[in-house]
């Protein structure tokens, strides 16, 4: 019996419309190819609170060679936000059966976004940002944390993500697993866990 749902954050419960970011540096005559290297590079070391915000965006400001603050780059990658209102509708209905939670590997930019553009209790029992704990999604530490905090075993946890990769950890943590891919999928597919 599933006491516990876990949804992910990016590409599930919204989309990061990359094309925004990426219409500004074209615009700006910046090489595009280049930011997705830096991110592939330091997103995740950014996503666990190992770097700044600053450093993060700075050095993304070098390689460009940008000729304007870092924080103008940090500001227009805020204009990805693209919500899924009509899956946290969803949730929203959800959670009235079995508590809901958020876990995902986000930045502390993104997290003050996401909380600006959404009031996350409305749809969640609680969100674990990777960056509020210093460590990926899915690690032990945070992991046990949401387990004691819910009193719930992992094979009691369904987790919805979008990336295979995510899903195979949770499936060794020993959760069951829904692999995300879009939100008329995930309804029939909720019918068998709840």
């Keep these: 019996m599933i006491k516990l749902v876990l949804f992910d954050w990016g590409d599930v419960c919204c989309l990061y419309n990359l094309d925004v970011f990426n219409a500004f540096l074209k615009n700006k005559e910046y090489d595009q190819k280049i ?6 590079e330091l997103k995740p070391q950014f996503d666990r609170a190992e770097i ?3 450093t993060f965006w700075n050095e993304l400001s070098k390689k460009l060679q940008f000729k304007e603050h870092w924080s103008v780059l940090a500001s227009e990658n805020k ?3 693209v ?3 009509s899956l946290l509708d969803f949730i929203r209905g959800l959670k009235k059966k079995v508590p809901i939670a958020l876990l995902s590997n986000t930045d502390k930019t993104s997290i003050a976004v996401i909380k600006n553009e959404v009031n996350l209790p409305d749809y969640f029992d609680r969100a674990y940002f990777s960056s509020e704990h210093e460590m990926d999604k899915l690690e032990k530490p945070i992991v046990d944390k949401i387990l004691k905090e819910f009193r719930v075993k992992p094979e009691e946890v369904l987790f919805v993500d979008d990336f295979p990769g995510n899903i195979e950890k949770a499936k060794r943590i020993g959760m069951q697993t829904i692999l995300f891919i879009g939100a008329d999928d995930l309804k029939s597919r909720l019918k068998g866990f709840i």
């Design 52 to 54: 700044s915000e600053e």
């Design 79 to 81: 204009k990805n936000l």
């Design 83 to 85: 919500v899924n209102w």
């Design 35 to 40: 930011a997705d290297a830096h991110f592939k």
